[in-house]
């Protein structure tokens, strides 16, 4: 059997006292060194690298065929959540897809405009941001949501890419697929925004009342302050997503399925663009916002849709 060596000799040669003080001290500061890379690395993971480069003008296109957002859609969800005295309450959530876009950190995105209702309630209006890289990834660059008690005004934990230390996040991979490690879906530390989403199952069947799908994923959703606590949402490939539950304690037990998709036009699609406009409108005057949203520009009317031919206005109409 073989004798092992020191790592410090050689069969020619050993190291006088001197240079094996000085190889150990070299040896320490390497491994402090990694270690220092490791811990800077499990930092930097908390947050995604995002590059605005990696963005062109067809960010606000969002083909991603797991999450497609084409302009002028509205998701329509129904379900049951829990009350803050854990009474079960009908929940309806509204997701409507603007033809707003809006520049955050250098990059144009797509405003999504989202009404939250609890036991026939508005409890939260929100204005949502979004943009596609150029490999496909969508990511969610901001998100202004305004919270209601009672029908009055109570909060809005408002974070936007490049302001107060906020960091865009990743809100659907242009490839996902299960085992893949989780991923920053936003990071906004002034309003302890840490959602983190990872692909849990591919593959999946369901049924909703908007109908059956065969090729559904789910993904789920938690955060640093609710460790064990998942949000589950399942997305139906070239439909987006279509139901929503949880796993763990969650005190809000949300259940949600979609129970109509509709692509607005004419007045419809004009209403639309002015109740998110409205909100954006309370946003800029809210006093509490001057140091988030009052420094993002405004949205304007997506540059496609202002020059679209007559033609074609006419024969979305009559579609």
């Given amino acids: 059997m073989k004798t092992k060596r020191n790592i410090f000799q050689s069969e020619n040669w050993a190291l006088s006292p001197a240079a094996w003080i000085m190889s150990v001290l070299a040896a320490c500061l390497l491994f402090s060194s990694t270690a220092v890379a490791q811990d800077n690395k499990e930092a930097a993971q908390k947050w995604e690298n995002f590059d605005p480069k990696n963005f062109d003008e067809k960010s606000i296109n969002i083909t991603n065929e797991w999450m497609p957002f084409t302009p002028g859609t509205r998701f329509v969800y129904a379900g049951t959540?829990?009350?803050?005295?854990?009474?079960?309450?009908?929940?309806?959530?509204?997701?409507?897809?603007?033809?707003?876009?809006?520049?955050?950190?250098?990059?144009?995105?797509?405003?999504?405009?989202?009404?939250?209702?609890?036991?026939?309630?508005?409890?939260?209006?929100?204005?949502?941001?979004?943009?596609?890289?150029?490999?496909?990834?969508?990511?969610?660059?901001?998100?202004?949501?305004?919270?209601?008690?009672?029908?009055?005004?109570?909060?809005?934990?408002?974070?936007?890419?490049?302001?107060?230390?906020?960091?865009?996040?990743?809100?659907?991979?242009?490839?996902?697929?299960?085992?893949?490690?989780s991923y920053s879906q936003g990071w906004g530390p002034k309003v302890d925004f840490t959602d983190r989403g990872q692909i849990d199952e591919m593959g999946l069947a369901t049924c909703v009342p908007m109908g059956c799908y065969d090729n559904v994923m789910a993904i789920k959703e938690t955060s640093e302050d609710e460790p064990g606590i998942f949000q589950i949402k399942?997305?139906?490939?070239?439909?987006?997503?279509?139901?929503?539950?949880?796993?763990?304690?969650?005190?809000?037990?949300?259940?949600?399925?979609?129970?109509?998709?509709?692509?607005?036009?004419?007045?419809?699609?004009?209403?639309?663009?002015?109740?998110?406009?409205?909100?954006?409108?309370?946003?800029?005057?809210?006093?509490v916002n001057k140091k988030v949203y009052g420094q993002t520009p405004p949205c304007v009317v997506r540059s496609d849709a202002k020059t679209m031919g007559k033609a074609k206005m006419e024969k979305m109409n009559e579609d």
């Fill in 81 to 181: 959540t829990l009350s803050d005295e854990d009474e079960p309450l009908v929940h309806r959530v509204i997701i409507n897809v603007t033809d707003l876009t809006k520049v955050i950190a250098g990059v144009n995105c797509v405003v999504s405009w989202d009404l939250d209702y609890s036991g026939g309630e508005l409890v939260e209006a929100e204005l949502a941001f979004f943009a596609q890289d150029k490999a496909g990834n969508v990511w969610r660059m901001g998100e202004y949501p305004e919270e209601y008690e009672d029908g009055e005004f109570a909060d809005a934990p408002a974070w936007f890419g490049g302001i107060q230390d906020a960091i865009p996040g990743i809100t659907m991979l242009a490839n996902p697929w299960a085992g893949t490690p």
């Fill in 234 to 287: 399942y997305f139906a490939f070239g439909v987006g997503e279509v139901q929503v539950g949880f796993k763990g304690d969650d005190p809000s037990a949300e259940l949600l399925e979609l129970v109509d998709v509709m692509q607005l036009k004419g007045e419809n699609l004009l209403e639309m663009r002015e109740g998110a406009l409205a909100l954006e409108k309370a946003a800029y005057e809210r006093k």
